[in-house]
């Protein structure tokens, strides 16, 4: 996790702002008993290469714990949030709402005024 500073984007963690990781951390976020691989290949609607990918970083990261047992005779991996990685997602959440109140603030366009976009160009052959 990135030190606290004035400036917001310092805090954003690289590893959580890949769309797919965002939509990880996001769905492991939403379960307290973790997710099995299969479930967070469906709520994330990833392939299994893709997610085994993004789960290899996350894991690195040390943002989740990845658990592997036999449940009867099928082996079953089960991923877990760990407390590194929510107190540290939680940081990233919070540099990136810093970050979008800034933009949409930069963008707000006061009532009677327009805003100046450019005029498309038609090109002609």
């Known amino acids: 996790m990135k030190e606290n ?3 917001p984007y310092e805090a954003l963690e690289k590893i959580f702002h890949e769309p797919n990781r ?21 709520e994330c609607a990833l392939t299994d290469g893709n997610l085994n990918r993004h789960l290899k970083a996350l894991e690195e ?4 714990r990845i658990e592997k047992a036999f449940v009867d005779t099928k082996p079953r991996t089960t991923v877990f949030l760990s407390k590194k990685g929510l107190d540290s997602f939680s940081a990233y959440l919070e540099a990136l709402s810093e970050v979008l109140k800034k933009a949409k603030s930069a ?19």
């Open 107 to 125: 963008i707000r366009v006061e009532k009677n005024e327009k805003a100046a976009l450019p005029l498309a160009r038609t090109v002609r052959a």
């Open 61 to 64: 990261a040390g943002a989740v």
């Open 22 to 42: 965002l939509a990880i951390m996001s769905s492991l976020c939403a379960s307290e008993g973790g997710l099995s691989f299969n479930e967070l290949k469906t």
């Open 5 to 7: 500073t004035d400036n």
